[in-house]
C-alpha cells in the first residue's frame, strides 16, 4: 500500500474539506505516518474514516474531529504541549514544532505507539489518566472522550493554555475547547463528536435503593 498516497488523500478529502485551513497543521499531517500509530496487521486502514484500534479499546480519533481540535488549539511552533491518549496528535503536534509529551496508562497501547513517538522525538510517560503528567503546558489535547470537565488537567495548563477534548454523558457529545486566563477558565463548544470514553475515567453507575 502507498502510503504516502493515502496520507495525502486523507487531508484532501477529511481534513481540508471540513474548513481546516492551517497550512502548517496540513503539512504536520501531510508528513507524520499515521500507520505507524497502530498495529501493522491494521495499517492498511490508518487512513479511512473509521477510529482504528490501538490495542485494548483504545483507538485512533476521526483525522477529521483532530484536525478541528487541533486547529482550535492554534498550537505554536516552541510551545510546551501534553497528549493525553493521544499519540497521533502528540506527533502531529511535534512535527508542527511543538516540545510534546505523550501521556498513556495502558502499556499495551504504549508498546504500539511507542517506535513512533522515539521517531519523533517525542517523551512518553506512563500514568493514569486521572491526573496530567507534570505542569506548565501551554496546549493539551486529548484523542478520547470525558464526560466532562477535566479538572486535574485544566490546572497543567499555564496562564493563557488551552485544552481541547471531547465531552459526552451519552451517544453525542460535544468537542470544547477550554482556555486558561488570568481571571478562570473559559468554556468554548467547537462541534459534535463521539469517539470513544476513556474508560478509566468513565463515571461509575449509580444504583438507587
Not at 492551517?22 to 490508518?46: H, N, T, Y
Not at 495502558?106 to 511507542?114: E, F, G, M, T
Not at 517506535?115 to 489535547?141: K, M, N, Q, R, T
Request: glycine fraction near 6%.
Amino acid at each position: 500500500m502507498d502510503f504516502s498516497a493515502a496520507r495525502k488523500i486523507m487531508v484532501d478529502s477529511q481534513v481540508r474539506v471540513n474548513d481546516v485551513t492551517d497550512r502548517a497543521l496540513q503539512a504536520a499531517m501531510l508528513a507524520v505516518p499515521r500507520e505507524r500509530f497502530v498495529p501493522a496487521d491494521r495499517a492498511f486502514s490508518a487512513y479511512a474514516e473509521v477510529e482504528v484500534e490501538i490495542a485494548n479499546g483504545r483507538r485512533l480519533m476521526l483525522a477529521r474531529d483532530l484536525s478541528k481540535l487541533l486547529m482550535a488549539l492554534s498550537p505554536q511552533s516552541g510551545e510546551k504541549a501534553l497528549a493525553i491518549a493521544a499519540p497521533y496528535a502528540a506527533a502531529v503536534l511535534a512535527e508542527a514544532g511543538l516540545s510534546v509529551t505523550a501521556q498513556e496508562e495502558d502499556q499495551a497501547v504504549l508498546d504500539v505507539v511507542a517506535p513512533a513517538l522515539s521517531e519523533a522525538g517525542i517523551e512518553a510517560v506512563v500514568a493514569p489518566f486521572s491526573e496530567a503528567a507534570g505542569e506548565g503546558y501551554d496546549v493539551i489535547v486529548c484523542e478520547a472522550a470525558v464526560a466532562g470537565r477535566p479538572e486535574a488537567w485544566l490546572k497543567a495548563l499555564n496562564t493563557g493554555g488551552r485544552l481541547a477534548v471531547v465531552e459526552r454523558t451519552g451517544p453525542a457529545g460535544k468537542a470544547v475547547l477550554y482556555v486558561k486566563g488570568e481571571g478562570g477558565v473559559s468554556r468554548r463548544e467547537l462541534f459534535d463528536a463521539a469517539p470513544p470514553f476513556l474508560a478509566s475515567l468513565m463515571p461509575k453507575p449509580a444504583f438507587a435503593l
